[in-house]
């Protein structure tokens, strides 16, 4: 290849960089539009548009409070967060121990006779490791409404929490940048890659 | 010069870019985004091979195992705790059908391949010779039966195998092979294939010639096909960079994700891969992006308060789906395994009007389980209600019908006026149809026949002014999105700078009605930036007549959503009365 189709091949790639990088800082600068919204907020969607399969009111999260556990004997106190977003009766809640740890204190299941909408209920418990291993710790809870039933799991890694929450916001990210890509092609009118699915007769959609 | 910098600049772009990419998969484990196009996905068996000379056969019978929803569905405290939680739970063993079969020689050449029959038998043959090779049956289908894959990232679009060797030296019965419930739990992937297979059944048993009666109906042969990824103990919310549970489809990327438990864990966690209910719940979303279309939104709800109606709609249509192919009126969704703690994540009845009960005329549009009530109701033969003082005693068995409404092309879901869709349209592509009368169990789910109340179509002309009488927030119930809100389709047959006016008046008081003015694209998120192209929402100074005003750029045969929406964080007010103009002439409601 001669140099003068390297230096129109590299000319090339390098306007169509900075139109990308222009394209991309107008994207993001219409992202934040509006940016004087007073009344209604205006929020950001997802970064790609998905549907999402039914949830009950109950939701279930576990916090740890203090450090976590590094070497066998190491005590470490677990709280548990239930939230509904409706009134809820007889909220059942049980702590899931596996082997490997032991509870020192608190209660491993139980009932919460009232559940107010929008008003979390505090469950706490303490454990002592035996080993060093990553153990999952689970809350679970469950309550039973005008005929239907709900239920959410939470779970706690003892060792290996921060590395997924940590890997939780990378795949985040890296869907964010996507769906930013897959943006950026439907404002372009470019098609991505070939779909492992047959041709969609409405032909591809790209979604924010 | 120049051409040098710019040269470094790439080269330095391209490999900070291979960098980024490199270091986000690690940092994601591989994982990069649910749309992602990992490797393409290993050819689908091409056919039988016709050996010449000797030959032996082996044959045998796949079936899988799946894990079922503890405690009788529709009584008991199934996942409560008691006697019904007791493990094992109960697991019933199926055949795998019509799904694909592969032999490989030990250096992993393909010799045979082929497919299960409607019994999960298989009968292949390879020539004879004491060479060991390896029959997989194959989590997928493309055949006039079904067109699916179960493979397990998108990053790598891997399918699963249920495997066993055997030697070539005479002809063999392999016995049955099973796919187990539990260990690698390969039972899933094949309960998710058999769960397409049961949806596309269903079709062609209902709808297979529905063109013979309702001229326009797309007759159903075989869904096109769609993918769907799992892996055990994977979570697709972590993409989302969630640890709650979620199965999903992607709109437009034909991908279902189904949840396979958490981190790992599939004896504590959420996990769908043998909830029926959820997976045939996102296909019929597959079914709605890929056969005839779907306006939904998108994102959570939970089946107990006012939504966007394009979200009411596709869910509850999926909700029905499942029920339908299932033939139970039961949406069932549990949590756990044998080996650690079960629950029912969500279980309700889909026949009594216990949940999502509509409050007023018209907010059945709204609420998800009143359009799944009412496609229900649409379908079985039960004589329900009275309710809202109606009696279903006419309409059973009209699958057909919903199917009709939802793809024929002129007065149906596919046609190119519709836009924003929701059970609005259906009641009119399905009143189009001059077939059965719906109006007794559209009045029990106080659901109006048409648009009236979301993507009314509107052009010019001459009309009365509107009314808005605002109502507090409420976070539970959601109804505000309902009272303080209209919303109407647009569509300019010019493409040029418009300017639409809202004009309100509200002499009531005490308070003051506060209207304002939004504007949106044919996603039209409410109150999502990227979505909003105009809006106006000034504060009014007191009692009397305000305006609102946006200047927006239109294209022409576009689809745009104007929505008048009453502010109520200043306070209430009383009634206000309005109206709405484009270039100085009034909006109406019309038929597009």
Same mark, same amino acid.
């Given at each position: 290849?001669?140099?003068?189709?390297?230096?129109?091949?590299?000319?090339?790639?390098?306007?169509?960089?900075?139109?990308?990088?222009?394209?991309?800082?107008?994207?993001?600068?219409?992202?934040?539009?509006?940016?004087?919204?007073?009344?209604?907020?205006?929020?950001?969607?997802?970064?790609?548009?998905?549907?999402?399969?039914l949830?009950?009111?109950?939701?279930?999260?576990?916090?740890?409070?203090?450090?976590?556990?590094?070497?066998?004997?190491?005590?470490?106190?677990?709280?548990?967060?239930?939230?509904?977003?409706?009134?809820?009766?007889?909220?059942?809640?049980?702590?899931?121990?596996?082997?490997?740890?032991?509870?020192?204190?608190?209660?491993?299941?139980?009932?919460?006779?009232?559940?107010?909408?929008?008003?979390?209920?505090?469950?706490?418990?303490?454990?002592?490791?035996?080993?060093?291993?990553?153990?999952?710790?689970?809350?679970?809870?469950?309550?039973?409404?005008?005929?239907?039933?709900?239920?959410?799991?939470?779970?706690?890694?003892?060792?290996?929490?921060?590395?997924?929450?940590?890997?939780?916001?990378?795949?985040?990210?890296?869907?964010?940048?996507?769906?930013?890509?897959?943006?950026?092609?439907?404002?372009?009118?470019?098609?991505?890659?070939?779909?492992?699915?047959?041709?969609?007769?409405?032909?591809?959609?790209?979604?924010? | 010069?120049?051409?040098?910098?710019?040269?470094?600049?790439?080269?330095?772009?391209?490999?900070?870019?291979?960098?980024?990419?490199?270091?986000?998969?690690?940092?994601?484990?591989?994982?990069?985004?649910?749309?992602?196009?990992?490797?393409?996905?290993?050819?689908?068996?091409?056919? %039988?091979?016709?050996?010449?000379?000797?030959?032996?056969?082996?044959?045998?019978?796949?079936?899988?195992?799946?894990?079922?929803?503890?405690?009788?569905?529709?009584?008991?405290?199934?996942?409560?705790?008691?006697?019904?939680?007791?493990?094992?739970?109960?697991?019933?063993?199926?055949?795998?059908?019509?799904?694909?079969?592969?032999?490989?020689?030990?250096?992993?050449?393909?010799?045979?391949?082929?497919?299960?029959?409607?019994?999960?038998?298989?009968?292949?043959?390879?020539?004879?010779?004491?060479?060991?090779?390896?029959?997989?049956?194959?989590?997928?289908?493309?055949?006039?039966?079904?067109?699916?894959?179960?493979?397990?990232?998108?990053?790598?679009?891997?399918?699963?195998?249920?495997?066993?060797?055997?030697?070539?030296?005479?002809?063999?019965?392999?016995?049955?092979?099973?796919?187990?419930?539990?260990?690698?739990?390969?039972?899933?992937?094949?309960?998710?294939?058999?769960?397409?297979?049961?949806a596309?059944?269903y079709l062609?048993?209902e709808v297979?010639?529905c063109?013979?009666?309702l001229?326009?109906c797309?007759?159903?042969?075989?869904?096109?096909?769609?993918?769907?990824?799992?892996?055990?103990?994977?979570?697709?919310?972590?993409?989302?960079?969630?640890?709650?549970?979620?199965?999903?489809?992607?709109?437009?990327?034909?991908?279902?994700?189904?949840?396979?438990?958490?981190?790992?864990?599939?004896?504590?966690?959420?996990?769908?891969?043998?909830?029926?209910s959820?997976?045939l719940h996102?296909y019929a979303h597959?079914l709605e992006?890929?056969i005839f279309?779907s306006?939904s939104?998108?994102?959570?709800h939970?089946g107990?308060?006012?939504?966007?109606p394009r979200l009411a709609w596709s869910e509850g249509w999926g909700n029905f789906f499942q029920a339908a192919v299932r033939n139970t009126a039961k949406y069932?969704?549990?949590?756990?395994?044998?080996?650690?703690?079960?629950?029912?994540?969500?279980?309700a009845d889909l026949e009594t009007a216990?949940r999502d009960e509509p409050?007023?005329?018209?907010?059945g549009n709204f609420r998800e389980f009143s359009v799944t009530r009412l496609l229900w109701d649409a379908v079985d033969a039960n004589?329900d209600g009275?309710t809202?003082?109606a009696?279903d005693?006419v309409v059973s068995g009209k699958f057909n019908e919903i199917w009709a409404a939802l793809t024929?092309?002129?007065?149906g879901f596919?046609?190119?006026?519709?836009?924003?869709r929701n059970i609005g349209h259906l009641h009119l592509a399905q009143v189009?149809l001059?077939a059965t009368d719906w109006s007794t169990i559209r009045t029990m789910e106080r659901q109006h026949p048409?648009?009236?109340?979301?993507?009314?179509?509107?052009?010019?002309?001459?009309?009365?002014?509107?009314?808005?009488?605002?109502?507090?927030?409420?976070?539970?119930?959601?109804?505000?999105?309902?009272?303080?809100?209209?919303?109407?389709?647009?569509?300019?047959?010019?493409?040029?700078?418009?300017?639409?006016?809202?004009?309100?008046?509200?002499?009531?008081?005490?308070?003051?009605?506060?209207?304002?003015?939004?504007?949106?694209?044919?996603?039209?998120?409410?109150?999502?930036?990227?979505?909003?192209?105009?809006?106006?929402?000034?504060?009014?100074?007191?009692?009397?007549?305000?305006?609102?005003?946006?200047?927006?750029?239109?294209?022409?045969?576009?689809?745009?959503?104007?929505?008048?929406?009453?502010?109520?964080?200043?306070?209430?007010?009383?009634?206000?009365?309005?109206?709405?103009?484009?270039?100085? %002439?009034?909006?109406?409601?019309?038929?597009?």
């Open positions: 290849m001669s140099g003068h189709s390297l230096s129109a091949i590299f000319l090339f790639i390098a306007v169509a960089a900075i139109a990308m990088a222009t394209h991309i800082a107008d994207l993001r600068k219409q992202e934040r539009r509006p940016a004087s919204v007073k009344k209604e907020q205006l929020t950001t969607a997802p970064p790609f548009k998905h549907t999402e399969k949830r009950g009111p109950l939701n279930a999260m576990i916090e740890l409070i203090g450090a976590h556990p590094i070497a066998a004997g190491d005590v470490f106190v677990l709280r548990g967060l239930i939230h509904s977003t409706k009134d809820l009766q007889d909220v059942e809640f049980k702590w899931s121990i596996p082997a490997g740890l032991e509870v020192v204190n608190g209660t491993v299941a139980g009932t919460i006779s009232i559940l107010k909408s929008n008003q979390p209920t505090e469950v706490q418990i303490t454990l002592r490791a035996l080993g060093p291993e990553n153990r999952q710790v689970h809350l679970i809870t469950n309550a039973a409404d005008r005929g239907a039933r709900f239920a959410d799991s939470a779970q706690y890694n003892t060792v290996l929490q921060a590395k997924i929450d940590q890997r939780l916001k990378a795949m985040r990210a890296s869907t964010e940048r996507a769906g930013f890509r897959a943006k950026s092609l439907r404002k372009s009118g470019a098609k991505p890659g070939p779909q492992p699915a047959d041709s969609n007769r409405h032909g591809l959609k790209i979604y924010e | 010069m120049a051409g040098r910098v710019l040269s470094t600049l790439i080269l330095l772009l391209s490999i900070l870019g291979c960098n980024s990419e490199d270091s986000a998969s690690v940092a994601t484990g591989g994982r990069i985004d649910p749309s992602y196009n990992g490797p393409a996905e290993t050819d689908y068996c091409p056919g %039988s091979t016709n050996y010449t000379g000797s030959t032996v056969t082996v044959s045998g019978t796949a079936k899988f195992t799946r894990r079922n929803p503890w405690g009788t569905e529709g009584a008991g405290n199934g996942g409560l705790g008691g006697a019904l939680t007791t493990s094992p739970h109960p697991a019933s063993e199926h055949p795998i059908r019509y799904a694909e079969v592969r032999i490989t020689d030990p250096a992993g050449n393909l010799v045979q391949c082929g497919e299960t029959d409607g019994t999960g038998a298989f009968s292949l043959t390879v020539p004879t010779g004491a060479v060991t090779y390896t029959l997989s049956v194959i989590s997928r289908s493309y055949n006039s039966k079904l067109r699916a894959s179960v493979l397990n990232r998108p990053e790598q679009n891997r399918f699963y195998s249920l495997s066993q060797t055997f030697t070539a030296s005479s002809s063999v019965n392999l016995g049955v092979l099973m796919a187990k419930a539990s260990g690698d739990n390969l039972g899933a992937a094949f309960n998710i294939l058999d769960q397409f297979l049961e596309n059944e062609r048993s297979g010639n063109s013979a009666t001229a326009g797309l007759d159903f042969t075989v869904a096109p096909k769609v993918v769907a990824y799992w892996e055990n103990g994977f979570n697709p919310n972590s993409y989302f960079g969630s640890s709650s549970g979620l199965s999903f489809y992607l709109p437009g990327y034909s991908r279902l994700f189904i949840l396979g438990g958490n981190n790992g864990d599939v004896d504590n966690s959420d996990t769908d891969h043998f909830d029926n959820v997976i996102e597959f992006d890929n279309t306006d939104p998108g994102g959570s939970n107990d308060r006012v939504i966007d069932t969704d549990s949590l756990g395994n044998d080996d650690g703690t079960t629950r029912l994540i969500f279980d216990d409050t007023t005329d018209g907010q004589a009275p809202n003082g009696t005693n024929k092309s002129s007065d596919r046609d190119e006026a519709y836009a924003f189009a001059n048409d648009t009236r109340d979301y993507a009314q179509y509107v052009t010019t002309g001459a009309c009365a002014d509107e009314s808005i009488t605002p109502i507090s927030t409420n976070t539970a119930t959601n109804e505000h999105f309902q009272t303080n809100n209209r919303f109407y389709h647009f569509r300019p047959t010019s493409s040029a700078t418009y300017t639409i006016t809202l004009t309100y008046t509200d002499n009531t008081g005490p308070g003051v009605v506060d209207l304002d003015l939004y504007v949106y694209n044919k996603n039209a998120r409410f109150m999502v930036a990227q979505d909003v192209i105009g809006y106006s929402h000034s504060q009014p100074s007191g009692l009397g007549t305000h305006t609102e005003t946006v200047n927006v750029s239109l294209t022409a045969g576009t689809d745009y959503l104007i929505n008048v929406n009453a502010y109520v964080g200043a306070g209430l007010g009383g009634t206000a009365t309005f109206n709405l103009k484009v270039n100085g %002439s009034q909006l109406c409601p019309a038929t597009l």
